[in-house]
């Protein structure tokens, strides 16, 4: 399970497509939360470095080395949650 990211749906069922949309952005927040919370621990138990990289438009984009590749995250900031 170290590579599961389990998000907390609380009362919207997991087959519920006619949901309302504040529903939806319910859904969207816990998904963004667990996805934190899950790279913060990866991150942390991996000892992994990181390196802000700069863009041309002026935006800065978080890189952690991983192995061989890098995983990107664009303008995700791990100090949200």
């Known amino acids: 399970m170290d590579r599961t990211v389990g998000i907390n749906s609380d009362y919207i069922e997991t087959d519920d497509y006619k ?3 504040a529903d939806r952005e319910i859904c969207i927040q816990q998904g963004r939360r667990a996805m934190i919370s899950f790279l913060k ?3 942390h138990k991996n000892n992994l470095k990181k390196r802000i990289t700069p ?3 002026g935006d800065k984009i978080t890189v952690y080395e991983v192995q061989k ?3 990107s995250f664009p303008k ?3 100090s949200e949650v």
């Open 55 to 57: 863009q041309a438009d």
């Open 69 to 71: 590749s890098a995983w």
């Open 76 to 78: 995700l900031s791990l």
């Open 19 to 21: 949901m309302q949309d």
């Open 41 to 43: 621990h990866y991150v």
